[in-house]
């Protein structure tokens, strides 16, 4: 059996302060097979991204000083959409909460090696998909509904315009569509613009 690295590991980003933790968590995980980069600090981490580090993950400390992982963890959440867990030397309920409410994949509690660590991060990747695969088939639905809405305001235009019936608007429609070789959502906001533009045009 090959123990060769896989061709794409997991890459993680691994946000501590301890130099200790930091140096022997990262030997560990780079060991399992994974892809580890560093920060000491919120800033230096923050740099990082700015720069173009784009992890698979975060791991990051929750108390640090000058600025708290909690902060950076939003800003992965909101701004890099990159999934993290939380790494805590607290396990009380308020601390958890915090971390949860910010969007944590998981929460470890130190001490804690990397046998604890890999369960964590394969779980917190699975859940991270998950919701990724949940956001896309939400903006395709809307994508869906919007087009739906615009289509039947389109109709309805058309109907008025050539006094049609409303199959007879809608089977217009799309034959237009199919001899401009154009989706019908797309032709149905072309025609409530154009709509839109002879209503809004000054009169003379």
């Known amino acids: 059996m090959?123990?060769?690295?896989?061709?794409?590991?997991?890459?993680?980003?691994?946000?501590?302060?301890?130099?200790?933790?930091l140096?022997?968590?990262?030997?560990?995980?780079?060991?399992?097979?994974?892809?580890?980069?560093t920060a000491e600090s919120v800033d230096d981490a923050e740099a990082m991204l700015t720069s173009g580090l784009r992890p698979d993950m975060a791991i990051v400390d929750m108390r640090m000083p000058r600025r708290d992982g909690l902060e950076l963890a939003q800003r992965l959440r909101d701004l890099?959409?990159?999934?993290f867990l939380m790494l805590s030397a607290y396990s009380d309920a308020q601390?958890?909460?915090?971390?949860s409410g910010l969007g944590a994949m998981g929460y470890l509690v130190k001490p804690l090696d990397v046998a604890q660590i890999r369960p964590a991060v394969e779980a917190g990747l699975r859940r991270a998909r998950e919701l990724d695969e949940l956001r896309q088939t939400r903006t395709q639905l809307q994508k869906a509904l919007d087009?739906?809405?615009d289509i039947n305001v389109a109709t309805g235009i058309t109907m008025v315009q050539y006094r049609l019936q409303r199959a007879a608007?809608?089977?217009?429609?799309?034959?237009?569509?199919?001899s401009q070789r154009r989706?019908?959502?797309?032709?149905?906001?072309?025609?409530?613009?154009?709509?839109?533009?002879?209503?809004?045009?000054?009169?003379k």
Do not use: M, W
């Open 169 to 178: 608007a809608f089977e217009l429609l799309r034959a237009s569509s199919r």
């Open 183 to 203: 989706k019908l959502a797309e032709l149905a906001r072309e025609v409530i613009q154009t709509c839109d533009s002879l209503h809004n045009s000054p009169k």
């Open 147 to 149: 087009g739906d809405r």
């Open 2 to 21: 090959s123990n060769a690295p896989p061709a794409n590991p997991v890459h993680l980003l691994l946000v501590d302060d301890d130099r200790l933790i």
């Open 95 to 99: 601390t958890v909460e915090r971390a």
């Open 23 to 37: 140096a022997t968590l990262a030997s560990g995980l780079r060991d399992a097979g994974y892809q580890v980069s």
């Open 80 to 83: 890099d959409h990159i999934p």
